[in-house]
């Protein structure tokens, strides 16, 4: 007997059947988006979803669709991307594969460039999906004020500010911005998206190169909003604006084109949480009720 078809979200948020007898796969990738256009797949461009969907249907020889957990804007790097797709069982069954997913990740190492890897694959359940079930995103960003900038051998992850940081300062207005709040003034504008979102952890500390790394945790970030994060404390960091100022952009309904973009290379998407299986089409439930409300879908960066 089959098994009957069922449907899933992409990353548009539009329902999409899902091929009978077929197996949900989660992957956990890794890249540097130094050399990416980002991870959403652009005619004509490098794109981290567009070379892991090609390389996949080298191998499996079936077309493949992945579903991400958040999509990075270009240059922002991953050490824990979330992503799933649905796979024929036919195509599993292969004899390099023999019906063991995580075969995969060995053969995708072979053919993948260096900037990126799939470091684990697995079977899930078809309640799983990377975007909606998602309970929150963790993101780290790397600034130095270093008057050289970033050491060489970390450039490509590290962003450089020009003025002198007080950490104090930062963190203060970190902890200004935390809780349920519209974050418009932090998001480039996206027709009909809702821009309020749980920000749920967001701090500084200085690591043994003197490095300041933030830490910024959310139920979901819109576009741009992590970086422009960084950028508004950071202009509270080094003097140029004040505590009020920063607390204040909460009230404001549009971008405020006053609040600095931080580098895309100090960020890195670092993990994504999610419920037990029992709870993951509940969780889905949830997520997609407050995003069609809005018409709205989320993105990292």
């Known amino acids: 007997m089959s098994e009957p078809a069922v449907t899933a979200s992409g990353d548009g948020g539009f329902s999409r059947p899902v091929p009978s007898l077929s197996v949900r796969l989660r992957l956990d990738v890794s890249y540097d988006g130094t050399d990416f256009a980002g991870w959403a797949r652009q005619i004509g461009q490098r794109t981290v979803c567009g070379l892991l969907e090609d390389t996949l249907a080298t191998v499996l020889r079936v077309p493949v669709r992945l579903t991400v957990a958040g999509r990075t804007d270009a240059g922002v790097h991953a050490t824990g991307q979330v992503a799933h797709a649905d796979i024929p069982q036919s195509a599993l069954e292969t004899r390099s594969i023999g019906g063991d997913p995580s075969r995969l990740v060995g053969r995708l190492a072979k053919m993948l460039p260096d900037d990126v890897r799939v470091r684990a694959i697995g079977p899930v359940s078809k309640d799983f999906d990377a975007r909606f079930s998602a309970l929150r995103r963790h993101y780290v960003y790397r600034l130095t004020d270093a008057r050289w900038g970033a050491e060489p051998v970390a450039?490509?992850?590290t962003a450089a500010w020009s003025r002198s940081l007080d950490i104090d300062a930062m963190n203060v207005a970190s902890r200004s911005l935390l809780g349920l709040n519209d974050f418009a003034a932090f998001c480039r504008r996206r027709e009909g998206a809702t821009t309020i979102r749980d920000l749920q952890r967001f701090d500084w500390a200085a690591d043994a190169d003197g490095v300041l790394v933030g830490r910024v945790s959310a139920d979901a970030f819109c576009w741009s909003m992590v970086r422009s994060l960084v950028g508004a404390v950071a202009s509270v960091g080094d003097g140029r604006r004040d505590l009020e100022w920063c607390r204040g952009l909460l009230s404001e309904?549009?971008?405020?084109?006053?609040?600095p973009v931080a580098d895309a290379r100090g960020l890195c998407l670092v993990g994504v949480d999610y419920p037990g299986d029992d709870e993951l089409a509940a969780r889905n439930v949830i997520t997609r009720d407050v995003r069609d409300?809005?018409?709205?879908?989320c993105c990292g960066g």
């Open 253 to 259: 309904t549009s971008r405020n084109s006053r609040i």
């Open 155 to 157: 450039a490509r992850t």
């Open 293 to 297: 409300s809005a018409s709205g879908g």
